[in-house]
């Protein structure tokens, strides 16, 4: 199982940016103090992994520093070449993830899970879509046939979803925020809203009775979960109530569920914005431990051949109330 750190390609930042940089350096100061060994430096998306998901013009423009103001503003960041060589590491990484994953069993990126970037334009913080572009990119390698995304950010994987479509070989799980950013949302596969105030056990029943579905429905060849930390209560922005125990709770049914369809996992940190960045670096390490105590115990062989529950050419789009 290795590890994918993007925080030596830094973002210049204006002082007082709301985005919580410090948070991956932290963070793999942490991680790597646990598992040195398994520390890796990823390559950068190249524009021909990168066009599996986004518009070449978009990813040129990108590249070239020629978005709009208005581009840039919906975006987040201001733009700057190190901006974008960290968007393709931090791309890059998810990729290798997902290669550490179908090798290993998990592989993890210690950023990524930028699931606000849609096919021609980025959102929210967010510059390409990870997400989708390692899993086309592993479509295309032919390493993976089918690809769960479970997206359990506290907002929805809006850019994931309209990227995908209908592709009925990526299946995208998304549990967030009702109220929360996007207001406008996409339509995921499987979307699952929840209310503002949700707690642990609410959270869990829901996915509970989700990730099981999707799983079913998608008959995976590989997943990529996006363990965002922002359904902390501490969370500025995310409007839910879990706990950093709940959260753990969360982050091990997926790891053991998915585990025990021996499907495997790369694993994006996605969101997280808490007032004290320590709480969130907390909850991001406390999923990289998970992963790693689950990797040692896990390849249980598959109980039964896999086949998906619903016809390829007429995807379900389950709703339900959180
Ligand atoms: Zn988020």
């Known amino acids: 199982m290795l590890i994918y750190a993007t925080d030596h390609f ?16 932290r963070l793999r100061e942490r ?14 998306a190249t524009d021909e992994e990168l066009a599996r998901a986004h518009d070449p013009a978009y990813i040129e423009a990108v590249t070239t520093g020629t978005l709009d103001e208005r581009a840039m503003r919906r975006i987040g960041f201001p733009w700057s070449p190190a901006m974008v060589e960290r968007s393709r590491r931090s791309t890059g ?20 899970g930028t699931h606000h970037a849609h096919h021609d334009f980025g959102e929210g913080f967010c510059v390409f879509n990870d997400a989708a572009v390692a899993a086309r990119a592993m479509q295309a390698e032919r390493l993976a046939a089918r690809v769960l995304i479970v997206d359990l950010d506290v907002h929805q994987g809006d850019g ?11 299946h995208t799980l998304s549990i967030h925020g009702r109220n929360n950013f996007p207001f406008r949302k996409e ?18 029943a829901t996915l509970r009775a989700a990730l099981p579905l999707a799983l079913a ?18 969370d500025r922005l995310g409007r839910l109530a879990l706990s950093k125990a709940g959260l753990v709770s969360r982050d091990a049914y997926v790891l053991d ?50 086949s998906p529950t619903t016809p390829s050419s007429s995807p379900t789009r389950a709703r339900s109330p959180g």
Not at 16 to 21: A, E, N, T, V
Not at 100 to 110: K, M, Q, T
């Open 31 to 44: 991680v790597a103090a646990m598992a040195p060994d398994r520390m890796r430096e990823p390559p950068a």
């Open 257 to 306: 569920a998915l585990s025990a369809a021996d499907v495997p996992v790369a694993i994006a940190m996605a969101g997280g914005y808490a007032e004290n960045i320590d709480d969130i670096v907390d909850i991001h390490f406390a999923t990289v431990r998970v992963a790693l105590n689950g990797w040692s115990t896990a390849h249980r062989a598959r109980l039964s051949p896999c």
């Open 160 to 170: 994931t979803a309209a990227i995908v479509g209908d592709d009925p070989t990526i």
């Open 93 to 112: 990484a998810t990729i290798a993830a997902c290669r550490s994953a179908l090798a290993h069993g998990f592989g993890v990126n210690l950023a990524g």
């Open 10 to 25: 830094v973002l210049p930042l204006p002082p007082g940016h709301r985005f919580p940089m410090a948070k991956y350096a």
């Open 187 to 204: 339509a995921s596969r499987q979307d699952v809203e929840l209310d503002d105030g949700t707690g642990d056990g609410a959270y869990l």
């Open 217 to 234: 429905a998608s008959c995976p060849d590989l997943a990529i979960y996006l363990a965002g930390a922002d359904p902390y209560v501490g």
